[in-house]
Nanobody
């Protein structure tokens, strides 16, 4: 299993970034996927999750209405479109693969067992 995140960087408050996660080594289209983030001194926070087909999504209250998770199963790629960024969105963002093909519990970060190296998002004026 390999998950490679990209697209992070520096953005101004109110700005946008689009994260991508290239997946390989497993049947991407059969697993729920998620994005989570972690900032220094803070625990992991599930930001968004999506079922294997993409029909259902889940968002943390802190990003609802601003972030959009999506996936392209033909390209084995997961995305996170982040709009109206705030300084509190600053964190290391990871994509994660669910531990089983079933979508049950896809909103629970404990159900994910592989993640990438992360991509840094910094929101600052």
């Amino acid at each position: 299993v390999q998950l490679v995140e990209s697209g992070g960087g520096l953005a101004q408050p109110g700005g946008s970034l689009r994260l991508s996660c290239a997946a390989s080594g497993f049947a991407f289209s059969t697993y729920a996927m998620s994005w989570y983030r972690q900032s220094p001194g803070q625990g992991r926070e599930l930001v968004a999750a999506i079922t294997s087909t993409g029909r259902s999504t889940h968002y943390a209250d802190s990003v609802k209405g601003r972030f959009t998770i999506s996936r392209n199963n033909g390209w084995n790629t997961l995305y996170l479109q982040m709009n109206s960024l705030k300084p509190e969105d600053t964190a290391l963002y990871y994509c994660a693969k669910a531990q089983s093909p079933a979508n049950i519990g896809y909103t629970d970060l404990q159900k994910y067992n592989y993640w990438g190296q992360g991509t840094q998002v910094t929101v600052s004026a």
